[in-house]
């Protein structure tokens, strides 16, 4: 696998925020962010090799992808926190615009 392309939702302010957050880390594989079309779909992350992730496994795939963030990836994917990242991705997937309006996050365009 030598790149990854993040399918995020471009009408979400914090996804926006968080694709940008992405642009400006050390990644040890390349991560490409594109907008979905289904606003209603989870995360997904596609590899160069047809490996696709969707909600908490795009999440850590991403987190893995980026060079300060690979160990917390493997931390996070451990029996005993799988359990609890799951419940914090999914609580912030289900409450992003919340969080968006809550924190000032517009949707950005690039």
Sequence with gaps: MS???LYYDGRCGLCCA???WIDRQRQLVPIDCRPKADAKEELVVVADTGEIWSGDGAWLM?????????RWSYRLATPTLLPMAR???AQISEYRGAISCGLGFAP???
């Design 18 to 20: 968080l694709r940008d």
């Design 3 to 5: 790149r990854l392309t």
């Design 62 to 70: 991403v987190l893995w992808a980026l060079a300060d963030y690979r």
């Design 87 to 89: 419940a914090v991705f």
């Design 108 to 110: 950005t365009t690039r």
